[in-house]
């Protein structure tokens, strides 16, 4: 390895900038001397967060990095789905497959994203004692960025002066869909061009778990558009409560864009009233949306950007292709080729160029994952009773003759790849 230093600057410390942090660090081709710094505007970890998973290529990324029985032993303990009426009652069930390679809507690698992040940072700080140079600032977020007129790189100035003003080598984007870092690099364009709603909203939160409690995810429908969702955790003291609101169209809803950018008493108080007495277990949910400390409410989004290189600046994750059911993976998989296309070269000068060919190698398959079929959404979470009774029949069809492929098209699983995990020396 070169002492030719490659300075990187990642802002956000999430999945995607935490993998992105951890990948550099292990990256065992490394050609200059990366030195990363990864910086966080949140003054703590985030540690909270629903659950996240592994899937296609990323099972290959967590492999490469080592991470694969750690994840596995923080399994959520999910065995599977179940789909319930408002009285609770069953109307089909879907288990996990057991293969790596063709996971159904219960990921192998089912993980929340707290302790995955944990993970990833606890990482960063392993590779930091054994002298890899990367440090984590808390507290901190970019004010305004220069690329420098001779190519030469990117002047950096921070906010809260926790960092020096400096050049970077390599700037990345990680801080999620509203990314300032984003707008930053390629404009204050409007975000809402690239930022495509759903028309689900949803809040999140932990409550205690019962002895009568499983291991299954059970999802409660009820009209119109709304979904109770109870998850098991690893630590087997808590449950995961998913309280969903889903739109008639896939668009934004005003009275809930202006929940979800308030306060979170304004979002319990919401809640509580959208979910009273709806059925099967609201009123538990309720009584534990009182008493938790995890809480938080957003609406479900995808980011498609027209582009994620600019210069020496690239954005990742969230920031740059938010997809439902698969960010995380295809996140963790942007970071693992990030790095491997920087390990590559031998002088700053070839920072774009060695950019440009990770957006040139990765978005054809993150494309592939970000279509999503008009109104699926919708289709899922059905604003009538008729509705929720034609959707529940179809699901209990596809479970009493186990089509796969239906059962992928329904959930989200990743069937058959097309796409292979460069190698980068692991």
Known sequence: MSQQPLNILISGAGVAGASLALTLARQPGFKMQPNITLIEKSPVPRTTGQAVDIRGPGVDVIRNLGLEPEIKARHTTETGVAILNSKGDVAATFTATGDAKNQSATSEYEILRGDLAGLLLDGVSEAKERNVKVDVVYGEYIDH?????????????????????QKFDVVVGADGIASKTRSLMFGKEDLREYVKPSGMYLGFFSIPRLPEDDSLWKLCQVPPGLGMHLRPHCNKKTMGVYLTVCNSTPSRNPELEDIVHADVATQKTYLRQRFQNVGWQSQRFLEGLDATEDFYMTHWCRVVTPQWVKGHGVILGDAAFATMGIGTSLAMTGAYCIAGELSKIESADQVPEALRKYEDLFRPWVEKHQYVLPGAMQLMNPQTVWGIWVFQTILKVVAFLRVPRLLMYFFGGEGKESWKLPEYGW
Not at 145 to 165: H, L, M, P, Q
């Open 145 to 165: 960025i220069e690329e420098r007129k001779d190519g030469s790189g990117v002047d950096v100035y921070f906010a809260n002066g926790k960092i020096s003003d």
